[in-house]
């Protein structure tokens, strides 16, 4: 993590464990596919409640559409790359096709 703060991303559920740890992390976002209670009673705290906690939504782009999103930038090379195409297409929204991937790994220990 950047000392001028990051977003911290999951590709899993985030636990409290994960949650106390990220606590005593610079970092300004968090984006996850979702959050024990306990993690996110603990996650708003941080930044004295302006922790910005996003939480990955499958159908992505129909609440997108919904919300009246007009442009998306999309990473790719995921498995469901042509389904997002597609009903970003039928909504019309513009999205911008980035081809890429990137991942850095942080080996962290969250042992108490």
Do not use: H, W
């Not at 979702?34 to 409640?49: F, I, P, S, V």
């Not at 911008?96 to 991937?101: D, L, V």
């Not at 850095?104 to 042992?111: D, E, G, H, L, V």
């Amino acid at each position: 993590m950047s000392s001028f703060g990051d977003c911290a991303a999951f590709s899993d559920k985030v636990d409290v464990s994960v949650a106390n740890f990220l606590k005593k992390e610079v970092s300004d976002i968090i984006v996850a596919p979702g959050y024990d209670d306990e993690a996110l009673t603990q996650l708003k705290k941080k930044k004295n409640g302006t922790y910005l906690i996003l939480e990955v939504d499958p159908d992505y782009i129909d609440r997108a559409a919904q919300s009246g999103v007009r442009y998306l930038v999309q990473a790719g090379n995921s498995l469901r790359d042509d389904q997002v195409i597609e009903a970003a297409n039928e909504y019309g929204i513009v999205m911008a096709y980035a081809g890429i991937r990137l991942f850095i790994i942080n080996s962290c220990s969250t042992t108490s």
